[in-house]
């Protein structure tokens, strides 16, 4: 359902999808805080910030 009213908005738009597109700056800034939310939810599950998780302090 999603990919095909992805697929139909595209079609309606004819833009390009690469460069500094609406369509690229608008999944650029979900995925941004998708992993804003994940690397939140990390440190309160472990106790321990992102740096001490990758051995940097």
């Known amino acids: 359902m999603f990919f095909k ?3 139909t908005n595209l079609m ?11 369509f690229a700056e608008n999944w650029n800034g979900r995925l941004a ?3 804003f939310v994940i690397g939140i939810a990390t440190e309160f ?5 992102i740096l001490s998780q990758l051995g940097l302090i």
């Open 33 to 35: 805080m998708v992993g």
């Open 5 to 7: 009213l992805l697929r």
């Open 12 to 22: 309606e738009k004819q833009e390009s999808q690469f460069g500094f597109s609406q």
């Open 45 to 49: 599950l472990t106790g321990q910030g």
